[in-house]
């Protein structure tokens, strides 16, 4: 696609439920990343994957948010147990060339609330 | 951890004024970038500076990276409505192929016509 695709783009579950949000990266862009965005905060680094592997998964919060890469390309990140603090904006982003230069290209967010 | 502090937190101005916005901290960064993001969007790139005293003109925007790169400004001309955002830094740590972006918390401009 032309850019990067996020859904859905607004998510409203109930406290412990599972939820699942994807992201399609720009075709060719080897880097993805996960942010979350929350009201009055910046953006919070979640995980990086270069290809389908993850070297750095620092920033999930807890053993409830995981996040898998298949075929280099759709990302799915996963939250189990949604609690209401895991309400925010959930970004992705990806790129093309690793290095001091590199261009995040980011997607819409998916809007997510915990009820 | 790398703290970017974004100054001030809140702008609005009339169209036609200046404006200068800050972006400091205390590490050293390879590289900085500054987004603005819309509401319902995602931030969308608009300058990356590498070099320590670089200045970067997009238009009526300037952008400049101190000269021991752990801080940077950006200028605006002439404010226009279609300025109105979240203007957002972002920079990057001097070591590792794996760094990642450091964001700041943002800066919410608003252009009053």
């Known amino acids: 696609g032309a850019g990067v695709s996020q859904s859905p783009s607004n998510k409203v579950t109930e406290k412990g439920k599972d939820v699942e949000l994807r992201c399609d990266p720009i075709s060719g862009h080897t880097a993805l990343y996960w942010y979350r965005q929350s009201l009055g905060q910046g953006l919070e680094f979640l995980i990086y994957f270069q290809g389908n592997s993850a070297p750095d998964k620092s920033g999930l919060p807890s053993d409830r948010f995981s996040a898998e890469r298949t075929g280099g390309s759709v990302s799915t990140l996963t939250i189990q147990r949604t609690q209401q603090e895991d309400s925010a904006v959930y970004l992705c982003?990806?790129?093309?060339?690793?290095?001091?230069?590199?261009?995040?290209?980011f997607g819409s967010g998916t809007q997510l609330s915990v009820l | 951890t790398q703290l970017l502090e974004q100054s001030p937190q809140f702008l609005s101005i009339q169209e036609g004024e200046n404006l200068t916005v800050y972006c400091n901290s205390s590490s050293v960064f390879s590289s900085l970038q500054w987004y603005r993001q819309e509401p319902g969007e995602g931030p969308v790139l608009l300058v990356t500076v590498v070099t320590g005293g670089e200045v970067k003109k997009l238009k009526r925007l300037t952008f400049q990276f101190g000269d021991a790169r752990k801080d940077s400004s950006l200028h605006i001309t002439a404010a226009q409505p279609g300025d109105t955002g979240l203007y957002l830094c972002?920079?990057?740590?001097?070591?590792?192929?794996?760094?990642?972006?450091?964001f700041g918390k943002g800066i919410t401009l608003s252009v009053r016509p």
């Open positions: 982003a990806s790129s093309f060339d690793r290095g001091a230069n590199e261009k995040l290209f």
């Open positions: 972002a920079g990057r740590n001097v070591t590792g192929a794996n760094s990642k972006l450091t």
